[in-house]
């Protein structure tokens, strides 16, 4: 009687723990709830393009997301997935568009997940610059990006023209499409210099420029592993 109840007790234990990664921290909405779909066939372009204006904090479980040109234009934003392989948010198109782009927001963060360019869909190379998994504009800062993976972007995996982001135990690999001018992130500027730009214990691999790309001034960029 007593090794069924220790049994019980376990099997308890083992359940409470396989959900607890699927716990939604505060505020969090799971996307799936909200009719998005992991399921590496649908086109969430546009009802994620909607729900984006009018959420905030949205939760991803593992699971392939197939979208395009997403635009996130408001601050205090945060999406969050699984892990790195486990939650793929993937281009849908085999056109050169970025998978999301930042516009004059502040206080964003993205953590857990896979930032999949789709260029190893694409029939060609495109012409000139290709489209990055992530575009931080001007006018956005505050950005930390931690434990995420961007790849399969042609040129630019992430492309930065923004201030105070912080990158953290990320991974950058290219496209095996393109061999030129690939970059994991390539920081543009202009005239005005990028600001407080942190690389941590990340990993580039498969770039055939450089791991780091600027062809402007900037200051105070940290870069250690």
Known sequence: MKLKVFLSFLLLINVHLCFAANILSYGEENVTTLGIKGDGLTDNTKLLSQIVKTHKN?????????????????????????????TILKSSGLVND??????????????????????????????????????????????????????NAFNKQVTVLGSAVDFTDCSFSGSSKINQDLDGIHLYGGTKRLIAIKVLNCKFENLTR???YSDILVKNVQISR
């Open 98 to 151: 970025h998978l999301l782009t930042l516009i004059d927001s502040q206080n964003i963060n993205i953590s857990s997940l896979t930032m999949d360019g789709g260029g190893d869909l694409m029939p060609k190379p495109p012409k000139g610059d290709g489209a990055s998994c992530l575009t931080i504009s001007r006018g956005t800062s505050k950005v930390v990006l931690k434990s995420v993976q961007f790849k």
């Open 58 to 86: 949205l939760y991803f479980p593992r699971g392939t997301y197939l979208f395009k040109a997403l635009v996130i234009s408001q601050s205090d934003v945060s999406i969050r997935g699984d892990g790195i392989g486990l």
């Open 210 to 212: 450089s791991g780091v």
